[in-house]
């Protein structure tokens, strides 16, 4: 059976992450829809910080902060990749066959209990949703290379079965995967100048999505009334909780400094307090989280009015320094 790869330079033993996912990030890993983007447009060659302005427009939905995404159409606005849905009518491994060996890349959901990069977490101990982009598939040896969170991996063997859904019969009570195919075949590498404009004018497009009224307040008043189930339920719901909430805020605005710091790298002025504001909301949150963690464990009080305090400022510094900088 033959071997279908889309980028054939890849080596996942040899493979090095983008400075977004170094050891010395506040969050090495964002989420995993966000972090196989950056890691997939590093390994195009072309620049992921271009990309990264729709972090700005989270905002908290309730139970949760936005999953934040890159946004499929600017995807293609500054690097021509176009992404669309994959319908799963047949076995994945199919779906995946054909469109590698047509140059495509296959971005589907997967379950992390079979996927060896998440040792030490869900590798073989608790099955999870999450997605991967398929890149490299040998069928015959049973390997599969593919992106993930923070890197590119390979997986083989069992592993490979389970996550194709070899073992069993196709089952009608099995809902399909969502699937999407993504076309690098019209991908354009723009100057730096170029993208760098582009890259402005969607900032100004997401401003206009931005909440109108400050979520860390609301933020502080849902995690008031939430604490003491968290503290009931125990530190397994408290982290579920907490990668729906504190991670998303506190990794969104971390690439949300990031973007704005290539911005102002290229030219762009006034964006300074903003950078400032928005690394403050990423420390405040992991160390948030980390105490929170603390505090479900002994279930002792939680009170952090000044991290609540700081992150409420921050949040209307930066984005009233946003709006002073792209008004001109």
Not at 62 to 73: C, I, L, S, Y
Not at 169 to 192: N, W, Y
Not at 262 to 286: Q, T
Request: aromatic share 12%; glycine share 4%; hydrophobic share 40%.
């Amino acid at each position: 059976m033959p071997r279908y790869v889309v980028l054939e330079y890849l080596d996942a033993s040899q493979y090095t992450r983008h400075a977004l996912h170094a050891d010395d990030c506040t969050w090495t890993e964002k989420n995993c829809y966000a972090d196989l983007w950056i890691e997939l447009l590093h390994s195009l060659k072309l620049d992921p910080l271009a990309a990264l302005s729709f972090t700005i427009a989270i905002d908290f939905e309730g139970d949760q902060w936005t999953f934040f995404k890159p946004v499929h159409d600017e995807l293609h606005e500054l690097y021509g990749v176009d992404v669309q849905e994959l319908t799963v009518w047949r076995p994945l491994i199919d779906h995946a066959s054909e469109h590698l060996r047509h140059g495509k890349l296959v971005s589907t959901e997967a379950d992390a209990f079979w996927l060896p990069d998440t040792a030490g977490t869900d590798y073989r101990n608790k099955h999870s949703k999450t997605t991967i982009v398929l890149n490299d598939l040998d069928i015959e040896h049973q390997r599969l290379g593919y992106f993930h969170n923070a890197g590119y991996y390979q997986l083989h063997g069992e592993d490979f079965v389970k996550t194709f859904r070899l073992d069993v019969a196709p089952d009608p009570t099995f809902l399909p995967l969502f699937a999407e195919f993504v076309r690098i075949d019209k991908r354009v590498q723009r100057s730096p100048h170029e993208l760098a404009t582009r890259a402005w004018t969607l900032l100004a497009k997401h401003l206009q999505r931005v909440p109108s009224d400050n979520p860390f307040t609301r933020f502080r008043e849902r995690f008031a009334n939430d604490l003491t189930e968290l503290q009931t339920q125990g530190l397994a719901f408290y982290h579920a909780w907490a990668f729906a909430a504190t991670r998303q805020a506190g990794a969104a605005f971390e690439l949300a400094a990031a973007h704005l710091r290539w911005l102002s790298s290229h030219g762009y002025k006034g964006l300074d307090s903003a950078i400032e504001a928005f690394d403050v909301i990423s420390v405040d949150n992991k160390a948030f989280i980390l105490k929170g963690a603390r505090s479900v464990n002994s279930r002792r009080p939680l009170d952090l009015p000044a991290t609540f305090d700081r992150m409420e400022a921050a949040w209307a510094q930066g984005i009233q320094a946003l709006r002073r900088a792209v008004q001109g």
